[in-house]
């Protein structure tokens, strides 16, 4: 029986190459993702579990299994793999290797599980079907880790934070759940922000960072963005550099948001940042910022 059912798995080989090396395959924009949410609880009971455990074993002898979790996805269990994952049926028939969107909510489960499963991951796209596939995809250009801040537009920029405190420029976007969170710790360190909205996810996108840059009160506006809020109406205004924000960052390769530069020297990291990370990027003192 077990001869037979390894036999079976050795058949789909694409998909067995594809799961064993999950972890160069996937890419989903971080600084892609809009953040976790919950799906209706659909839960199994633990034997059930083990008996998926022994499954996937089976079909799937090469991939280490680390971690499952039939709660909160839609009916489908998560398998974590290392710092990657993907998603099965139940009864680990059926693998979908992809993205699950909460679509009420607005949010991608998935960029945000592997954002936690690897914090310097800069999703970037959708997951790729093998390394053919890849190798067939343009590349995007390597971001610097200093750029020149000459060309930075003089329109575009939201800026909100205490006018006294350390300076960051960060460019965001505001369906991107990773810049609302660093927004929250760039307000506890008291920063001085000067925000840039590029439009990482589309036309919607490019809507709201116009509602959000028309609008009277930008600053405000912004964390209203963030918090999920309704806006209102803005008038139409020059949005040129909302124009300027995003061909400077695809000049520099900017992939995803948040991207975080140092305006004393053009330092820059990509995705979120923690407060403690935030305040090396900065070299400041933690009592100068009170967090």
């Known amino acids: ?20 090396g999950l972890g160069a395959l996937v890419s989903l924009s971080a600084a892609t993702g809009w953040g976790a949410a919950t799906f209706a609880s659909t839960q199994i009971k633990s034997q059930n579990v083990d008996q998926l455990r022994t499954a996937l074993k089976l079909r799937l002898p090469k991939t280490p ?18 710092t990657t994952l993907f998603y099965v049926d139940t009864k680990a028939k059926y693998l979908v290797i992809g ?11 998935t960029a945000a ?15 790729r079907s093998d390394a053919r596939d890849r190798s067939e995809q343009p590349r995007r250009p390597a971001s610097p880790t200093k750029i020149s801040l000459a060309e930075l537009p003089t329109k575009g920029a939201i800026h909100w934070g205490p006018a006294n405190g350390p300076k960051l420029i960060v460019f965001s976007d505001f369906q991107c759940s990773y810049c609302r969170k660093l927004s929250e710790e760039l307000k506890s360190l008291g920063v001085r922000v000067e925000e840039r909205p590029i439009s990482i996810f589309g036309a919607a996108s490019r809507k709201l ?19 999920g809020l309704a806006l209102v109406s803005a008038r139409p205004c020059d949005t040129s550099g909302l124009d300027a924000n995003e061909a400077f960052a695809k000049k520099h390769g900017f992939g995803g948001t948040p991207v975080i530069v140092r305006p004393s020297d053009g330092a820059v990291i990509e995705g979120y940042r923690s ?9 400041v003192n933690p009592k100068r910022t009170g967090g």
């Open 99 to 109: 993205r699950i969107y909460d679509m009420e909510a607005r949010q991608d489960l």
């Open 1 to 20: 029986m077990i001869e037979q059912q390894e036999t079976n798995a050795k058949r789909p080989r694409r998909w067995l190459r594809l799961v064993a």
């Open 113 to 127: 599980r592997l954002l936690a499963l690897n914090p310097d991951l800069l999703t970037a796209g959708a997951a």
């Open 65 to 82: 299994i680390d971690a499952l979790d039939c709660v909160g996805h839609g009916g489908l269990c998560e398998v974590v793999s290392k």
């Open 209 to 227: 960072s116009e509602q959000v840059y028309c609008s009277a009160n930008p600053a405000a506006a912004l964390h209203s963005a963030y918090g």
């Open 275 to 283: 407060a403690s990370d935030l305040r090396k990027f900065l070299n």
